[in-house]
Antibody
Framework: QVTLKESGPALVKPTQTLTLTCTFS??????????ASWIRQPPGKALEWLARIDWDDDKFYSTSLKTRLTISKDTSKNQVVLTMTNMDPVDTATYYCARTSPRELYFDYWGQGTLVTVSS | DIQMTQSPSTLSASVGDRVTITCRAS??????LAWYQQKPGKAPKLLIY???SLESGVPSRFSGSGSGTEFTLTISSLQPDDFATYYC?????????FGGGTKVEIK
C-alpha cells in the first residue's frame, strides 16, 4: 500500500525559504524506475507541477520556477525534500507530494497536501 | 512549455447525463495524457492514463479518447459522486503541465 504525507510550516514570511518534506511508504526511491514529484495548487486555482526526482537521482524542475527550487531524497528515510527560496504571497498554495508512475510520467498516488501561507 | 487548455471551465449537468470534457494541447503530445478527478479539500485522483487507459478501480463509466492535440474525457452516465473538478495533464515532455480544470456542477 502506497502512502505519502507532506510536512512543513503552515506559515512563512515573504523572502524566506520554504522546506517541505514528503515521507512515503509502499515503495522505495532506490528501486529502478521509481520517481516522486511535488505539485502545488493555489486556493481556487489549477494544479502546477514543480519538480521531480528519480531513483537514479536525476532531477527535473518547472521551467518557470527552476531557479528557486531544489529537490532531494533520503532513501534511508523514505523522504523527498523540496526547498523553495524567496517565498512570495503568490506562492500561497496547497503543496502535494505524489508518486510518479514507474511506467509513465503521471501521478498515481498523492499525499493529502499541506497548505502553506506566505504572509508577513 | 506545452500549454493545456480545457473546455468548458464549468459544466452544469444532471444525474444520468452523458458528460464530455475537452483538453487541447499546444503541440502534439501523442497519447501522453492523464485525467484526474478532484473533490473539494482532497488530493486529485488518477482516472485515466495514456489518453484512454482506465486506472484500476475507476468505474467503467469514465473513458478517455484522443491523440495528438485533442483529447476528451467522457462520463457515460453522471453519478452523484462524480460532481467534482477534472484536470488533464500532459507528460510528453519532462516539463509536466496541467489544464486549467473543468468543474462539473449539479444542474
Amino acid at each position: 500500500q502506497v502512502t505519502l504525507k507532506e510536512s512543513g510550516p503552515a506559515l512563512v514570511k515573504p523572502t524566506q525559504t520554504l522546506t517541505l518534506t514528503c515521507t512515503f511508504s509502499g515503495f522505495s526511491l532506490s528501486t529502478s524506475g521509481m520517481r516522486a514529484s511535488w505539485i502545488r495548487q493555489p486556493p481556487g486555482k489549477a494544479l502546477e507541477w514543480l519538480a521531480r526526482i528519480d531513483w537514479d537521482d536525476d532531477k527535473f524542475y518547472s521551467t518557470s520556477l527552476k531557479t528557486r527550487l531544489t529537490i532531494s531524497k533520503d532513501t534511508s528515510k523514505n523522504q523527498v525534500v523540496l526547498t523553495m527560496t524567496n517565498m512570495d504571497p503568490v506562492d500561497t498554495a496547497t503543496y502535494y507530494c505524489a508518486r510518479t508512475s514507474p511506467r509513465e510520467l503521471y501521478f498515481d498516488y498523492w499525499g493529502q497536501g499541506t497548505l502553506v501561507t506566505v504572509s508577513s | 512549455d506545452i500549454q493545456m487548455t480545457q473546455s468548458p471551465s464549468t459544466l452544469s449537468a444532471s444525474v444520468g447525463d452523458r458528460v464530455t470534457i475537452t483538453c487541447r494541447a499546444s503541440q502534439s503530445i501523442s497519447s501522453w495524457l492523464a485525467w484526474y478527478q478532484q473533490k473539494p479539500g482532497k488530493a486529485p485522483k488518477l482516472l485515466i492514463y495514456k489518453a484512454s487507459s482506465l486506472e484500476s478501480g475507476v468505474p467503467s463509466r469514465f473513458s478517455g479518447s484522443g491523440s495528438g492535440t485533442e483529447f476528451t474525457l467522457t462520463i457515460s452516465s453522471l453519478q452523484p459522486d462524480d460532481f467534482a473538478t477534472y484536470y488533464c495533464q500532459q507528460y510528453n515532455s519532462y516539463s509536466l503541465t496541467f489544464g486549467g480544470g473543468t468543474k462539473v456542477e449539479i444542474k
